[in-house]
């Protein structure tokens, strides 16, 4: 379906094609016709599936076409976090150039000055973050009595941030409400039970998300130790570059710093977003970002939702989310707007329980890609460096951390296990976790770094001299067919707390799943041993 089949407002019609939309994605087609005749609806859809035309659109034609003028202001958008709230702002604002009409964007962060002038520039919009939009109600009497039209995006979200209280607080402000619009990536009990409460018979609308995970993102998993991420990123980035732009995600935000710095030594224009910088910053840090001073954005989760830039290409998962849901609001900042993209993730053996879950949730293995050797070291020989005055957010911190050697100025043994530290509600944690495992290795000549194996399973190409451990038998890696040293003992490798491994040890072994379990059932059954100790007495 075309958006010139639908009888939208003349207004809208000219900020349609000015903006040069044509086609409707699955989610707009569905809920618009819906939402235009004044129904209360729930739409399930994930993120990048162009739910934000899906409810303005509508909102915007009933207000334009009403038959008496309506009082200001008409409509309320609540979103979770500023960015989110931005971009909905933004878009609202192109819908509307051709009105006399404002919008007014409330969020924390920002002056309040600003955001009462907007507020009295004849604005029929409200979009806002829940905590800033009470401050408003409250101690600067904003009345939500004229609200009409209440919608909630990124439902699940702001439930998991936990706005529950705040949301009932502003459904009940609103009390001449006429219609309520729900979106949400899934429908959890608090969501569904909102929804049951303050919508009024709402039509149910849904895509499948699966289905636009495997038909638009070309998805790969690259099994790599702790130590060989960063590397193998910077090799990728440099041999491999993008058109548009790229995101790359990490768990920690003291991550960040690192791999800004690490990047811009190799003349990669990249930053990085996290909760380390104010408001205003990361506003004008994204505006930069999708102007395409930076070709990279390295951040946490505070951008794997709401962050709406049409041409990011590809997106890297430095770390796999702990929450697998988060996999695929992070994959789907690519794909969008009936775009292709490209995900990949880097796995080492921190990553491997995220990795269950991500595919239990997925129903689906990730396909796996094959490792170009070469890649596992840093690339060698004169690069010129980026951006090298400006200052990377976090660093100070970062090179602070790094001389002390850890928390209370002791030393720190490599990856030594940090504690944990908590970031801003989103789920920003510190570094805690270390080790190193072995890769799965394949060819490393002319291929991409995210080329797929063979169906078969086997390397074509030239036969290496060695098996794979990934690929030897119990028996094969019992007997001895692994790699000796130069006396013709198994060769043997400390890992970075100083304890030796052999170098093929299956403990090392990311592929061998039943091999690691084996091994962990035979150390419990030390538990064993003392149960018969006491029944001896």
């Known amino acids: 379906m075309k958006f010139n089949e639908l009888p939208f407002h003349e207004s809208l019609k000219k900020a349609l094609d000015k903006i040069g939309y044509t086609e409707l994605t699955p989610i707009q087609a569905k809920s618009i016709p819906f939402a235009m005749e004044g129904h209360d609806l729930t739409g399930l859809a994930q993120t990048g599936t162009g739910k934000t035309m899906a409810f303005l659109l509508p909102t915007l034609h009933r207000l334009l076409s009403a038959e008496e003028e309506e009082a200001l202001p008409y409509a309320l958008v609540l979103a979770p976090t500023r960015e989110l709230t931005i971009q909905i702002a933004e878009e609202a604002k192109k819908l509307l150039e051709f009105t006399d009409f404002g919008v007014a964007t409330i969020i924390g962060g920002t002056d309040y000055k600003s955001q009462e002038q907007a507020l009295g520039n004849k604005a029929c919009i409200i979009v806002a973050t829940p905590g800033r939009l009470i401050d408003f109600v409250k101690n600067h009497g904003l009345s939500l009595e004229n609200i009409k039209v209440v919608i909630l995006d990124e439902a699940d979200r702001m439930f998991d941030m936990g706005f529950v209280q705040d949301l009932k607080y502003i459904f009940h402000k609103c009390k001449n409400r006429k219609q309520s619009l729900l979106f949400s990536a899934t429908l959890s009990y608090e969501v569904v039970r909102l929804a049951s409460r303050y919508l009024n018979e709402p039509i149910e609308v849904h895509i499948n998300p699966e289905k636009v995970i495997t038909e638009r993102i070309d998805q790969t998993l690259l099994h790599l130790g702790r130590e060989e991420k960063l590397p193998y990123l910077v090799n990728s980035l440099l041999n491999y570059p993008i058109e548009g732009l790229g995101i790359i995600f990490t768990n920690y935000k003291m ?227 692994h790699t000796k040293d130069g006396k013709g003992k198994p060769g043997h490798k400390k890992n970075q707390q100083g304890k030796s491994y052999q170098k093929n040890d299956p403990r090392r072994n990311l592929f061998d799943i039943n091999e690691v379990k084996q091994s962990k059932k035979k150390n419990q059954s030390i538990w064993k041993r003392i149960l018969s100790f006491f029944k001896k007495d």
């Open 255 to 481: 991550n960040i710093p690192k791999i800004v710095s690490v990047l811009r030594k190799y003349g990669i224009t990249a930053t990085g977003l996290s909760s380390e910088l104010d408001q205003k910053k990361r506003i004008r840090l994204l505006r930069d970002f999708k102007a395409g001073k930076y070709k990279y954005l390295i951040a946490t989760d505070v951008a794997s939702r709401g962050i709406d830039i049409e041409n990011i290409d590809v997106v890297y998962n430095y770390d796999l989310p702990q929450d697998a849901e988060n996999y695929v609001h992070r994959i789907g900042r690519t794909a969008r707007a009936g775009r292709k993209g490209q995900s990949i993730g880097l796995c080492s053996e921190t990553d491997y329980t995220e990795l269950e879950r991500i595919e239990k949730y997925l129903n689906s293995k990730i396909p796996v890609g094959e490792i170009r050797e070469e890649y596992l070291e840093f690339p060698k020989g004169e690069f010129t460096p980026v951006f090298a005055d400006e200052v990377i957010p976090g660093e100070k911190k970062y090179q602070d951390r790094e001389q002390r050697g850890g928390r209370g100025g002791k030393p720190r043994r490599g990856d030594e296990p940090r504690r944990t530290e908590r970031g801003e509600r989103g789920g920003e944690r510190g570094e805690h976790r270390s080790g190193d495992r072995s890769r799965h290795k394949g060819k490393s000549g002319g291929h991409p770094p995210a080329k797929m194996s063979h169906p078969d399973g086997h390397s074509h190409g030239h036969p290496s001299d060695h098996k794979h451990p990934a690929k030897m038998t119990h028996h094969e890696f019992k007997h001895g067919h």
